[in-house]
């Protein structure tokens, strides 16, 4: 269950909130609520993309540095039995 949170609106900021969650067949709460969800997985989305980026361009210079261990500081043998996506 998500917590409570509280805003102030221009009554005609308000007014214009509540006829677009209407047409879309929503609460204002649940309209403001996916406005936030959507820009907020916007940002992550963006950050996820930007670090995808940069680790590709860089893959061979961390390869070169650290080599293939995916796993620093596990013991021996546990690398073998971890899937590859895990860390």
């Known amino acids: 269950m998500g917590s409570q949170t509280n805003i102030r609106l221009d009554e005609a900021v308000k007014a214009a909130a509540e006829e677009r969650a209407k047409r879309r067949g ?13 820009d907020v997985n916007q940002a992550r989305a963006a950050f996820m993309g930007g670090a995808a980026a940069f680790l590709a361009g860089y893959t061979e210079a ?3 540095e650290i080599g293939e261990d995916r796993y620093p500081g596990l013991p021996e043998g546990l690398t073998k039995s971890a899937p590859r996506d895990a860390a």
């Not at 929503?26 to 959507?38: C, K, P, R, S």
């Open 62 to 64: 961390f390869e070169a």
């Open 26 to 38: 929503l609460t204002l709460q649940g309209y403001v609520a996916d406005l936030i969800e959507a």
